[in-house]
């Protein structure tokens, strides 16, 4: 047989066995052999530092209640809370604890807050798995977002076991963005968050529109806790990678369980990939390479996109699960943080 006048000549059989091939039968799961994965030299020292630290202590400690979680949540807090005041100070930002409508938050304001930012404001949902990071521990990424965008933010301190189970963290988010509202316009606001954070940010669009309540501008979730159900290709290639969470039966699993309280957690309240998103507003989402919620985050980008969403998705080099929030340092940690601001800038009301 001559094809396309080339002088090539192919046999028939050829041509007859194709069918076969394409009817071949998948295959089942893939034995990948141990391999040895290098730090990447593509990004900055501080990453590489983050990178190169061993899986994180305590990954498989899986208590069951609340009130085992408190001691663990506590001891983290300590430790976290030690980095605050160098953040605050390097990145020109001050911190006011305050009540709003019952509800514990802190406003964290720059020093210089830009022109374009001084009718806008962000809401803040820290992460966690919705069991760690209370008070001034969660306020990290909220001091990044106000130094390195520019802008003010309220960070909810929302309600955690053993205080409270689902759906408290969502109900507390609701109560800030309904006082909010009587104060500034919703379309200068957006909503951000990373891993339960990211996940309550989606969560509180989905109950926003339930409620009949103004939606934000723009959201921003981080490397989303989506699906608790743990479905998701990365929850496998990246489990034991990803130095943070380091597998999909670790203790944010655990943490997500107790939260939830016997609730189906295929519920859009704890997994909000299964919820309607159409309606959304702009949304702009991170995740990393090694991220063990990275297919998570892919999910819900695709999941806007076929509601006919704007939806922005950055993926940085060798970040594993929120590394982008543990150095002020990094130049990738306030790259993320001036993409999101950017995003915000384009969506947001002036």
Request: aromatic share 6%; with cysteine; glycine share 8%.
């Given at each position: 047989?001559?094809?396309?006048?080339?002088?090539?000549?192919?046999?028939?059989?050829?041509?007859?066995?194709?069918?076969?091939?394409?009817?071949?039968?998948?295959?089942?799961?893939?034995?990948?052999?141990?391999?040895?994965?290098?730090?990447?030299?593509?990004?900055?020292?501080?990453?590489?530092?983050?990178?190169?630290?061993?899986l994180r202590s305590n990954w498989n400690?899986?208590?069951?209640?609340?009130?085992?979680?408190?001691?663990?949540?506590?001891?983290?807090?300590?430790?976290?809370?030690?980095?605050?005041?160098?953040?605050?100070?390097?990145?020109?930002?001050?911190?006011?604890?305050?009540?709003?409508?019952?509800?514990?938050?802190?406003?964290?304001?720059?020093?210089?807050?830009?022109?374009?930012?001084?009718?806008?404001?962000?809401?803040?949902?820290?992460?966690?798995?919705?069991?760690?990071?209370?008070?001034?521990?969660?306020?990290?990424?909220?001091?990044?977002?106000?130094?390195?965008?520019?802008?003010?933010?309220?960070?909810?301190?929302?309600?955690?076991?053993?205080?409270?189970?689902?759906?408290?963290?969502?109900?507390?988010?609701?109560?800030?963005?309904?006082?909010?509202?009587?104060?500034?316009?919703?379309?200068?606001?957006?909503?951000?968050?990373?891993?339960?954070?990211?996940?309550?940010?989606?969560?509180?669009?989905?109950?926003?529109?339930?409620?009949?309540?103004?939606l934000p501008g723009a959201i921003a979730?981080?490397?989303?806790?989506?699906?608790?159900?743990?479905?998701?290709?990365?929850?496998?290639?990246?489990?034991?990678?990803?130095?943070?969470?380091?597998?999909?039966?670790?203790?944010?699993?655990?943490?997500?369980?107790?939260?939830?309280?016997?609730?189906?957690?295929?519920?859009?309240?704890?997994?909000?990939?299964?919820?309607?998103?159409?309606?959304?507003?702009?949304?702009?989402?991170?995740?990393?390479?090694?991220?063990?919620?990275?297919?998570?985050?892919?999910?819900?980008?695709?999941?806007?996109?076929?509601?006919?969403?704007?939806?922005?998705?950055?993926?940085?080099?060798?970040?594993?699960?929120?590394?982008?929030?543990?150095?002020?340092?990094?130049?990738?940690?306030?790259?993320?943080?001036?993409?999101?601001?950017?995003?915000?800038?384009?969506?947001?009301?002036?």
């Amino acid at each position: 047989m001559r094809l396309f006048g080339l002088g090539l000549f192919v046999s028939a059989s050829v041509f007859a066995a194709a069918p076969a091939i394409a009817q071949t039968p998948a295959s089942g799961p893939i034995d990948v052999p141990a391999k040895t994965i290098q730090v990447p030299t593509t990004v900055s020292p501080q990453l590489q530092k983050i990178i190169a630290m061993p899986l994180r202590s305590n990954w498989n400690l899986l208590p069951k209640t609340g009130e085992e979680w408190k001691p663990v949540a506590d001891a983290g807090a300590a430790a976290l809370v030690k980095n605050v005041p160098g953040m605050l100070e390097r990145l020109k930002v001050k911190v006011e604890k305050t009540t709003i409508d019952g509800v514990r938050a802190y406003i964290v304001t720059p020093e210089t807050v830009a022109p374009e930012n001084r009718n806008r404001q962000l809401i803040h949902m820290h992460g966690g798995c919705y069991v760690l990071n209370p008070g001034e521990a969660g306020l990290p990424e909220a001091i990044f977002m106000a130094g390195f965008g520019h802008i003010k933010v309220i960070s909810v301190d929302y309600r955690m076991p053993p205080e409270a189970s689902f759906p408290a963290a969502l109900d507390d988010g609701i109560t800030v963005w309904k006082a909010a509202l009587k104060t500034t316009n919703p379309k200068n606001m957006a909503i951000f968050g990373t891993s339960a954070g990211g996940a309550l940010t989606l969560e509180m669009v989905l109950k926003a529109k339930e409620l009949g309540l103004p939606l934000p501008g723009a959201i921003a979730p981080g490397t989303p806790m989506s699906d608790v159900t743990k479905v998701g290709d990365t929850f496998y290639t990246n489990a034991m990678l990803d130095n943070v969470l380091v597998s999909p039966d670790g203790f944010c699993d655990a943490g997500a369980k107790v939260y939830a309280n016997g609730r189906d957690l295929k519920d859009p309240m704890l997994s909000p990939v299964y919820g309607d998103m159409t309606g959304f507003p702009p949304t702009i989402l991170t995740s990393g390479t090694r991220d063990l919620l990275l297919s998570n985050t892919v999910r819900v980008h695709r999941k806007l996109r076929q509601a006919g969403v704007e939806a922005q998705l950055q993926v940085y080099e060798g970040m594993s699960h929120a590394h982008y929030i543990r150095d002020d340092t990094a130049p990738e940690s306030k790259e993320v943080f001036e993409e999101i601001q950017g995003f915000f800038d384009k969506h947001l009301g002036k």
